[in-house]
């Protein structure tokens, strides 16, 4: 089955398309997130879900072999039937495979994948709060990543304080991958208690990066969102 997908992945290489990718992904680029030494096929996302979708089916040591590839698109891949695997069947099992193959969840896109449906879904039915907080205060950047997302279950369930000391745990975090993921979580807070998240925003404005900051306020009105920017409550 293994060598049957590669042939297709070998077969859908776009290098057009793949110096965009390149360009997308890598723009972000950072020594902490290991981005710089990631490869690409050139093949877009729906195709790459479109694929897995054909391929759900396939074992758990195929599946990891995809997670485990150099090749973005493959991990992708992989992640996405993980993911799949995991709506059907909520095994713990697929939550320690996801936790002990993090190094190679290795982009904001996979981490954004997968996060919520696997980690926030798991957390959030068991109590197991422990795995987030130690991801939050892991050194590697795509786990303290996949500990904000991880949130946002918590955050559609209408339970926002936990997601909210997530937030505050690398609130300072220096990586602008960060910010961006504390900016989004918050205002998906926001968006259901918008007072909540306004009152979590003045008392830490003066420590929070402005891309977190704008990416929280991003629906306020426009005067709203003027006085939010100048620190004016």
Do not use: C
Request: no cysteine.
């Amino acid at each position: 089955m293994i060598s049957e997908i590669e042939l297709l992945f070998n077969d859908l290489k776009n290098e057009e398309y793949r110096e965009t990718a390149i360009y997308f992904f890598k723009k972000d680029n950072t020594k902490d997130g290991n981005i710089e030494n990631d490869e690409f096929y050139g093949i877009k996302v729906p195709i790459v879900k479109k694929l897995a979708k054909k391929y759900q089916h396939i074992n758990l040591d195929d599946t990891i072999h995809f997670v485990q590839s150099p090749v973005h698109e493959k991990r992708l891949f992989g992640l996405t039937i993980l993911v799949e695997k995991y709506k059907k069947s909520a095994e713990k099992e697929l939550v320690e495979l996801y936790l002990a193959n993090t190094k190679h969840i290795n982009n904001w896109d996979l981490v954004d994948l997968t996060a919520r449906d696997i980690i926030g879904e798991y957390v959030f039915s068991t109590n197991e709060k422990d795995i987030i907080y130690r991801l939050a205060k892991s050194d590697i950047l795509w786990e303290k990543r996949i500990a904000v997302i991880a949130t946002y279950t918590f955050i559609k369930k209408n339970e926002f304080n936990f997601p909210l000391e997530i937030i505050k745990t690398n609130l300072t975090d220096k990586s602008d991958l960060m910010h961006k993921a504390n900016g989004w979580m918050l205002r998906e807070v926001w968006n259901r208690d918008s007072n909540l998240a306004e009152e979590f925003i003045k008392s830490n404005y003066r420590e929070m990066p402005r891309t977190t900051l704008r990416y929280a306020i991003e629906k306020m009105d426009k005067d709203k969102k003027s006085n939010f920017l100048k620190g004016v409550f």
